[in-house]
């Protein structure tokens, strides 16, 4: 029996994947709170495997699937090879693999390269606003997360034998930040 498979995505833990697939009857989601720019995600990882013969997967946009245009390709290339269909919601768009509209296929290539075009240009404006922002004083950077008191008694806690994991735990940082933290105060 085959089953519709939905994946969301959402970029950072903070944001709510609630409205993507709002309304869309599923079997089974699979979500990551993760960056597109890489397809090494658990959750997308773990879609792809579950995925079987005859089975739906929907997502509600290109963009939540791949962020570039390689890698949308690749990825509803090999599911349709593998006889699962791929819908893609706001896009108005299935792909089947038994199945080939040339024309769906450019429509998808367009479309995948402006969202991968469009997220170059933001970033790259990004970079300049902070660019510009330094030049003139305004930016400082990101606002340190730990005051330098707060480093000394890091520092006195991991000198006397405590964990770097459990200070780190304990002031609300990462272990790799905590480690940054004590190569400075060197």
Known sequence: ????????????????????????????????????????????????????????????????????????????????????????????????????????TLMMTMLGAFAQFERTLINERQREGIAIAKANGVYKGRKPSLTPDQVAVAKARIDVGESVTAVASDLGISRPTMYAYLKAAK
């Open 1 to 104: 029996m085959s089953k519709r498979i939905g994946y969301v995505r959402v970029s950072t833990a903070d944001q709510s994947t609630a409205r993507q697939l709002d309304g869309v009857q599923l079997d089974k989601v699979f979500e990551d709170k993760a960056s597109g720019k890489t397809t090494e995600r658990p959750q997308l990882q773990a879609a792809l495997d579950y995925l079987r013969d005859g089975d739906t997967l929907i997502v509600h946009s290109m963009d939540r699937l791949a962020r570039n245009t390689e890698d949308l390709l690749r990825i509803v290339r090999e599911l349709t090879t593998k006889a699962v269909t791929v819908e893609f919601i706001k896009e108005r768009m299935t792909f089947k693999g038994d199945s080939h509209d040339p024309m769906q």
